[in-house]
């Protein structure tokens, strides 16, 4: 738990309202180890929560309104609970972006409740949300799903829902894709929902069924370091429409319903029937869902340094088949695995964002100077280097 995060979130639940909260509860960010635009393929990835969370203190109000407020933002937003169905998706324009993310967690919450046959109306009282976080905002670390996350456990429990995690993450997506209009997958959700310290989250994005599989990165003296390019995802809009396209394309010509029914062996009648292209957009998804199981059968059996070589070659994919690297991510890549590290790879949606590394514990320092040193040489902006730590998911903080 993050004291400062903490105090912070007290201090401005503090200032809303002169009262103290009904309690406080947290949600994490995450980082995909490996599992790349695969996951609307239907296909499998495997993301862990990490130690930099999302706060909210919560508390009720009797008059049926809901009331949002963060330390990004102090201007509180406010709007009755009722008016919430007529507000999403329709109206989501008249509600500032940030406030549309937990409002539209307690508007996909509600609907959940009824269909459960709560009477939503009547028996979900008012609610009082302050947020505090320092889960870096846009480095792909997905802030986005630690306030969705937040906000669900906290949601949950006040309202007595009795809702299970894969349910609460459902809801952040959909508050994630109809509320604030971002059309992404359900991996980072699950992550945040479903984390525990230690292990990662093998997700089968077409069934939803997750295993918790242990990473054994601290007993193998192994750190996992994020290197935040700081490169903002310029064509990333553009260059996601086009790779999704591909993807669906390629699908089609296969005469399968995803790219998840596809396997390596197929790839040499894939290359027959289709174009350069979206041949090398397949083979890209095909291989890397491979590497996913190929991975969680490598640290089940072998343990975690076995894994590095997996990173690699997902690197590799994305750079040359799928195309959505550049050059700061390849930069920080190579280097990282020059100086020692056991493996390394972009992380995200690409065109920007970060990258990680599987690095010894001792090599930590020399891999960061290094990085920052080749970052320097090549005229790019310095990047933002720190590791994380497989960690909980969301819960009750106090
Ligand atoms: P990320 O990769 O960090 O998830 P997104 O664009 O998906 O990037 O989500 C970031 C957005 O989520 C922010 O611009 C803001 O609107 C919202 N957000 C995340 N965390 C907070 C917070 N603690 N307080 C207010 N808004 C937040
Ligand atoms: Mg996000």
Redesign the pocket.
Known sequence: MNAATDTAARALFAELTAHEPTGLWSAP?RVNLIGEHTDYNDGFVFPFAIDFR?VVAAGTRDDGRIRVV????QVPVEVALDDLDALFPARRDEIV??????LGVAWALRAAARDAGVDASASLTGIDLA???D?????????????EGATAAALNDIWGLGLDRVALAQAGRRA?NEA?G?P?GIM?QMAALLGESDAGIFLDCRSLEADVVELGFAPAALELLVMDTRVTHAHSTGGYGERRAACERGAAIMGVPALRDLSVDDLPRAQELMDDVTFRRVRHVVTEDQRVLDAVRTLRAEGPRAIGSLLDASHASMRDDFEISVPELDLAVDTARAAGAVGARMT?GGFG?AAIALVDRGLVPAVTTAVEEAFAEAGFTAPHIFTVHPSDGARRDA
């Open positions: 960010g999302t963060s330390t990004f933002d972006e940030w406030a549309r993310y937990p947020f505090s976080s889960v870096p905002v846009g480095a792909g670390l997905s802030s986005s799903a630690a306030i994630e604030v971002a992404t980072d995200g964002g």
